[in-house]
């Protein structure tokens, strides 16, 4: 079955850095794209960044500049580094994949989570 797991999550300060990835694992035909999502307590989940396969990128306007999505497709792979982390960036961080299986059954597969909590 096809699993994502993400890591990376921790405690910083504000201002710092965190180097968060996913790998996808199982019977996958395509992927079409991944992102990073994230959800705070008492919020939606929201977008954070994207990533197709062809390597076009969106963010959030709240962290662009600060943040960078990156893909290695071979690998199945996707990273966020995050700089200059602010407390609002505290949230539980959610890997997601676009992607079809083996049996050209497309769906968006999520992650199990990782918490990055930004604080003094």
């Known amino acids: 079955q096809v699993q994502l797991v993400e890591s990376g999550g921790g405690l910083v300060q504000p201002g710092g850095s965190l180097r968060l990835s996913c790998a996808v694992s199982?019977?996958?035909?395509?992927?079409?794209?991944m992102g990073w999502y994230r959800q705070a307590p008492g919020n939606r989940r929201e977008l954070v960044a994207t990533i197709a396969s062809g390597g076009s990128t969106n963010y959030a306007d709240s962290v662009k500049g600060r943040f960078t999505i990156s893909r290695d497709n071979a690998k199945n792979t996707v990273w966020l580094q995050m700089n200059s982390l602010k407390p609002e960036d505290t949230a539980v961080y959610y890997c997601?994949?676009?992607?079809?299986?083996?049996?050209?059954?497309?769906?968006?597969?999520w992650g199990q989570g990782t918490q990055v909590t930004v604080s003094s």
């Open positions: 199982g019977s996958i035909f395509s992927i079409y794209a």
């Open positions: 997601n994949a676009d992607l079809s299986d083996f049996h050209y059954r497309r769906a968006h597969y």
